[in-house]
């Protein structure tokens, strides 16, 4: 006896087995399976026949996943430039408020000092760093993870440079105090943070990927 609900079901595996992965996009397709049946359905047809008529108006396992698979390459692009832009926006943030930091203290001399300017600096640098975490959560194609590991080792790069010894202040015309190591080592902390944040992220994925392909289980169609 003919059951649709198995029917259904199958149909599903076979749209896995043609390649789309994607779940949101199938369970769409499957209601649109649903809506067609029931048209058919009320045409007079039986449940099996009707279930065989929409299959076949909703189309193939083939085209489905040619189709599937546009709308996702455009949806990764677009993803990748947004992605690409906001690692621009958020190293450039960072950097800039490290560097308008170091500016207001170490100026002409370095002379920590509290105030509006600092504020600043430290908003600056917290709103980068929270963008910048989210950044790296979301970087997973290609091209992402490739442009944020060049802002990451551009922003280490400075760090490593700003970690250099400091005689004396490094304002423009040098200062009279000695710039501690507390200062340089912490500056150079908060522009090493993105690369952190890179690695942590990149180490996340890895695991979840490894953790779904041990649990995913081929599936064998007669």
Known sequence: MFNLDQAIAEWRRRMLAAGIKTPVPLDE?????RDEIEQQAKSG?????AFQVAV???GKAHPLQQEFKKVEKGH???RA???VFGWLAASCALAYSVVFWDFDWNFWSFSPEWNLKLIWAMLGVLVADAAIWFLAK???????RAVSLMFCVILAGFAVVWLRADERATGVFGGA???PLWWRGWRTLLLCVPSVFWVWWRRRHSAQKRGSTRGSRPIHLD
Do not use: M, N, P, Q
């Open 177 to 179: 105090r000695e710039v």
């Open 56 to 58: 076949e108006e909703i």
């Open 81 to 83: 430039i947004v992605l």
């Open 138 to 144: 979301a970087s997973r194609e290609k091209a992402s």
């Open 76 to 78: 990764k692009i677009i």
């Open 29 to 33: 397709l499957e209601a649109h399976l």
């Open 45 to 49: 047809l039986s449940e099996a026949e």
